[in-house]
């Protein structure tokens, strides 16, 4: 696949390996965001018009998925917990027997927890839940149902992802399809990445069970393969699959997945143009970025920045993306943004961490649109 593109230059001093996100090392290297052009018209430049805090005092929020009521559940990661949080600010505990199990199941350490949450389903009160979690001995995904404020029994649909003290990736995803896609790190085997048996360093496709979803290229979970860590998912109008990834030393990526395509990790990082290997729509350096969760809306992708620090955008044009621009850089550390019922933007801080530098309120939900 190939893309015409323009470059931004951004000048900067500083660049570092990245997972989440670490301390700086001094590099040479300028950061460059790559975009492709479009006839088509689309704003240079957007403003948010408002912003408010929903929720404050949240230890280390990771995932978000809102449920029919409209309220979010969102994943604390290394309390292993879920809570319940209302458009009015209103935070919940969730209780229940499956809430007991995740407490006796998740492991927290690094970057592994209780990470992605997605809603599958629901039926009168009753809400099915995939959860991306970190055990003792793997990372998995688990279902359960919750019901009003009561987590029922969990049980594993897939097993047997590496798990390390980085790249655990832990993103999920519903697609337009109606299977669950998953986000997975090569977990520091740069190996894994182009292993085809290994469900490490791949984006997967599964069905709500943990089978391979009907149509996968080779009947594997595997759905594309050749990356690092990836963290954000999402799908625009047209039905393009977008994916965030954390680089290593020099280029963060956003790409365009399309299944079995090979994204060139650890082969290369960023564009490379190599037969074989995908290239990224745009790219940031490491020090502007280490991107975590996305979200798609009808005319961008909102895609949340942990040591970058802020919201980027990247405008949806008819025949690629736009020129990204940089949103709410005074918040700190950005580890996920959703489009919330009423289609404002929920965006979880994450200077709680143990990377960031927490301020009075940390972390917290902010509630933002955008005009």
């Known amino acids: 696949m190939t893309h015409a593109r323009i470059v931004l230059v951004v000048a900067v001093a500083l660049l570092a390996g990245c997972s989440d996100g670490g301390t700086p090392e001094p590099s040479t290297v300028p950061s460059t965001v790559a975009s492709t052009p479009s006839s088509a018209p689309s704003p240079t430049s957007v403003s948010v018009t408002s ?79 995939a959860l991306y979690a970190t055990a003792s001995d793997d990372n998995r995904v688990l279902r359960a149902t919750l019901t009003g404020d009561s987590l029922g029994e969990v049980r594993p649909i897939l097993t047997g992802i590496a798990k390390a003290n980085n790249h655990d990736g832990g993103r999920l995803a519903v697609g337009p399809d109606g299977f669950l896609y998953v986000t997975t790190g090569d977990a520091t085997d740069t190996a894994n990445a182009q292993d085809p048996s290994s469900l490490n360093g791949k984006i997967l496709r599964i069905t709500f069970d943990g089978d391979p979803a009907p149509g996968n290229p080779e009947g594997s979970p595997v759905w594309s393969l050749g990356h690092r860590n990836p963290q954000g998912l999402g799908w625009a109008p047209d039905g393009r699959m977008f994916a965030a990834e954390f680089g290593q030393n020099t280029w963060d990526e956003l790409n365009v997945i399309e299944p079995g395509s090979n994204y060139g990790w650890p082969t290369v990082e960023g564009e490379a143009g190599e037969d074989g290997f995908v290239d990224p729509v745009a790219q940031w350096s490491t020090a502007d970025a280490s991107p975590s969760g996305l979200a798609v809306t009808s005319d961008a992708v909102y895609l949340a920045a942990l040591r970058g620090e802020r919201l980027w955008r990247i405008p949806l044009t008819a025949d690629g993306v736009g020129t990204p621009q940089a949103l709410l850089t005074d918040l700190g550390r950005l580890r996920a943004v959703a489009v919330a019922p009423d289609d404002s933007l929920w965006v979880l801080t994450n200077n709680t961490d143990g990377r960031g530098t927490p301020r009075a309120g940390d972390d917290r939900i902010v509630r933002i649109t955008i005009g």
Request: glycine share 16%; no cysteine.
């Open 51 to 129: 912003q408010d805090d929903v929720a404050t005092g949240l230890p280390a929020p990771w995932g978000i998925a809102f449920l029919p009521s409209g309220d979010a559940v969102v994943t604390l990661r290394d309390e292993k917990r879920l809570v319940l949080v209302s458009s009015s600010g209103a935070v919940t505990e969730v209780t229940g027997p499956g809430a007991d199990q995740l407490d006796d199941i998740v492991d927290p350490g690094g970057e592994g927890g209780l990470l992605g949450i997605v809603v599958l389903g629901s039926s009168g009160d009753a809400v099915d839940l």
